[in-house]
């Protein structure tokens, strides 16, 4: 195989389990899209939630592959890390964004809320060596791990099967300054704050 590929081929099977995490993220971003240009079409926005749920079925697979075949690596963690960025914050804000949190002050929750997991997952990957016991096992997560943003989605799915959506988004819009607010986004800020929070979290 030509070099320029060498680095696919390091690739374990727990690191492929982990990409394919990466794609229902992604997917989830292109079917909310979707449902933009067709609000009509709300199976679209549902297909979005529903991906992200999968997402967590490949993100925990991919952890107890690489335990069972005594595969884990620092390539992994990063992959891991990267996918999660993308299935467990950029997607859920996206979604957010197409069932209707479209206000000034939402797009700011919404962006606040993907720093916040960013910079939850670059704080476990700094520190995990520290929070692990002898037998290298991390016993504790800092903060609520990023993949628990999947209640937010869960509830925009429900919001979704009702059809409250756009301008029947529960809660309501409210004018503050110069900017639309949908107190539904508070969910993501709280959600955020958790993240970079210090509670300590008995990891499984």
Known sequence: MPRRFSMIRSFQLADWITVANAF??????????????????????????LLIPIALVFDILDGNVARWRHQSSLLGRELDSLADVISFGVAPAVIGYAAGMQGGWDCAVLMIFVG????RLARYNVTADNLSGDD?????????????????????????WQGRLGDEIWGGR??????????????????????????????P
């Open 116 to 119: 916040c997991g960013v910079s």
């Open 24 to 49: 229902c993220g992604m997917g989830a971003m292109f079917a909310a899209m979707e449902y933009l240009q067709m609000p009509s079409a709300r199976g679209h926005l549902l297909l979005a939630c």
């Open 136 to 160: 290298g096992k991390v016993r504790y997560y800092e903060g609520t791990p990023i993949p628990t943003s999947i209640v937010l989605v869960a509830v925009l799915a429900v919001a979704a």
């Open 174 to 203: 409210w004018m503050l300054g110069p900017w639309i607010l949908h107190p539904l986004v508070l969910l993501f800020a709280i959600s955020g704050s958790l993240m970079i929070s210090t509670l300590r979290i008995p990891k």
